[in-house]
């Protein structure tokens, strides 16, 4: 992209805390493998597989600072920390990629780049090393160029004969081994401004000339007026005489924008083991789904595409969510530009590398990415943040924002399944009761998107409904999630069903965070095996105030056996918690609703996050044992007795998440860390 590169700047004034915080978050995450396996990427038809035979997702970031930092006399090769807790702020928001910008001449070390050669190879490789041991995939951009001697200090319109052919023979050797590399092969081509003809910025239509795309691939004589230019086919054939068998992914021309000429120009490859790339903001001309529509899938039908490039300098959330919604639709990858510490219409995702606060238009990428978990890096579902029971197939929906968890998947998930975003999806119908008071298309409230399902229960025990054609399958999906804004009054129960009369198999009663979104995780591992095609929302017997529903989905694959998750029902008498044991051993799973006295033998719940609901008192938070007073993150949600909740042992040495409490909670009066930022990444 074209962007304002970020300057170094010194760290925040509450690093400390941050520390504290992400030394919780390293114990959480530490040493589990966290989503598919990112090893073994190989192109299989218009997929990526990893070596297990899963389809994997590409979802991430670019990671700027290794093309412009060694060009600027900073004696630095890369833009702010690119250590294991930098790593681990990206785990945090659901990432399971990232794209690294590089620079030509600071590789080959010529031209005065420096740092260069030696010094930058070996930051990078270490950093590269670094992500793929935490079970992330790297994709390796040339994006920085120049011709001859001048130096490479912004982008160029094709890479050139002079020194990109021996940046990529040495590059592909040095990562020939690194079976989740991607080799990008260019940023941004764009050959036709050179001819004087290129349509306006991003467009892509029938009026590029034929010349531009042949230039594209060929290079040299195909490019008149730079024949310095070295095409996409020699660039291929450069990597594969390496013996490389990376994946190779491929831009459009016009910045990336354009993909209209890809499937009648792509290069020979030996290997057939290519993905085409696309890049798209929202100055975009190309910036809605009817040109996405248009030129990228009738091309991610053949090919896997990856959207290598996204973002929004108005710093918004529009364009972002309607772009991801549209590629999670079809399969698509992207990653977000970028993770780099700058104003938001840069534009930059993070306001901090430690603590990855999101900056505006960061937040809904994040946002988007904690939520969805198909083939992709940590599940938030694993440990959500409050538990309620339910009654009838003895379920329990849990609400709250995702914390960090330890899900893996089960070989062969191919991701969730949307049952509603904008509309139903997948093969859902309406079957909503007739007397229901309802909308599928309403714009009062929406989370994502542009439209939400309305609820007015105006009358007793009205649902909306909505009936799988076919049957929910239960062994490829485990779970139910979906958010709710809604009121004080709203009592609704999400009921999972089976034939068309509607038999309720499992029942579960929610719990509404009155004047915001809440997510809500239904297991479907509670209820008893068999055929469900049916799920609906009721009200009980009395009219209540009009809430609303957002972004339904089946999630795949659920929780595997690296971590076990412990949970106890939650009462004013008995302490709840729910916790991640450190037993590894799958013999170890269990499922307990006891008091959490049980839960407190052998030390085995270090390292936990500990809940309690708005319901509980501070009596019962205080009954917590002891043993669980080390290395536990709290959320407290409006304690009313700060007095009691000073005196409770699990505080001691924690770190407590009281944005919602009452006054009185302090680290002085109670011996632990308040923190009142908005909760944990």
Known sequence: MIYRYPRDSSLPSNMFLALVVLAVLSLLVSGVLCGPSMNGLRVVGNQIRNGDGQVVYIR???????????????????????????VNAMLSWNINTVRIPMNEQCWLNINNANPAGATYINALRAYVDLLTANNLAVILDLHWTATGNALADRQAAMP????????????????????????????????????G????????????????????????????????????????????????PNIILLNGI??????????????????????????????????????????????????????????QQDCGTGFTESIMNWADARGVGYL??????AACNSPSLITDFITANPTSNGLGFKNHLRNFNGSSSCSSNCLPSTTTTGGGGGGSVSSGGPVSGSCTSTPGCSGNSLVYTDGIQNSFDDWSWSGTTYSLTATTRVRTGSRAISFTPTAAYVAVYFHKVGAIDTTRYQGIEFYVFGSSDNRITFNVVTGQAGTKIGTY??????????????????????????????????????????DITLVACGCGSSSIT????????????????????????????????????????RS??????????????????????????????????????????????????????????????????????????
Request: with cysteine; hydrophobic share 35%.
């Open 60 to 86: 991430g970031v670019n990671r700027p600072g290794f093309e412009y930092m060694c060009v600027q006399n900073t004696g630095k090769t890369n833009d702010g920390p690119i250590d294991q807790a930098s």
């Open 160 to 195: 050139n004969s002079d020194h990109s052919v021996a940046f990529w023979t040495a590059v592909a050797t040095a990562f020939s081994s690194y079976t989740n590399v991607i080799l990008d092969l260019f940023n941004e081509p764009y050959p036709c401004f050179n001819f």
């Open 197 to 244: 003809s290129c349509p306006s910025y991003y467009e892509c239509s029938s009026g590029v000339p034929p010349s531009t795309w042949s230039c594209w691939k060929n290079g040299g004589s195909s490019c008149p007026g730079f024949e310095w230019a070295v095409g996409m086919q020699t660039l291929v054939n450069t990597v594969r005489a390496t013996g490389a």
């Open 254 to 311: 016009i910045y990336g924008g354009c993909l209209n000429g890809w499937l009648a120009n792509k290069p020979t490859d030996t290997l057939n083991n290519m993905a085409a790339g696309s890049h798209h903001y929202d100055h975009s001309t190309c910036h809605d789904s009817a040109c996405w529509d248009n030129y990228i899938a009738p091309l991610a039908s053949q090919y896997p595409v990856i959207l290598g490039e996204i973002g």
């Open 336 to 341: 977000a530009w970028g993770w780099y510490k």
């Open 509 to 550: 009663s929610l719990t509404i965070e009155p004047g915001s979104w809440t997510r809500n995780y239904a297991d479907l591992t509670t209820i008893p095996a068999g055929t469900y095609d049916g799920i609906w929302f009721q009200n009980d017997g009395t009219a209540q105030s009009a809430l609303y529903i957002d």
């Open 566 to 605: 412990v949970t106890t029902t939650l009462s004013s008498s008995a302490a709840a918690t729910r916790a991640t044991s450190s037993s590894s051993s799958a013999a170890a799973a269990t499922r307990s609703t006891s008091s959490s006295s049980s839960l407190t033998t052998g030390g085995a719940l």
């Open 608 to 681: 936990t996050v500990s809940t309690f609901s708005s319901t509980s008192s501070a009596s019962a938070v205080s009954s917590v044992s002891s043993t669980l007073s080390s290395n536990v993150v709290v959320s407290l949600n409006t304690v009313v007795d700060a007095a009691s909740v000073s005196s409770a042992a699990i505080l001691s040495g924690s770190i407590l998440n009281a944005t919602s409490t009452r006054s009185g909670l302090t680290s002085s009066t109670t011996g632990f860390t308040v923190l009142n930022t908005g909760g944990l990444p």
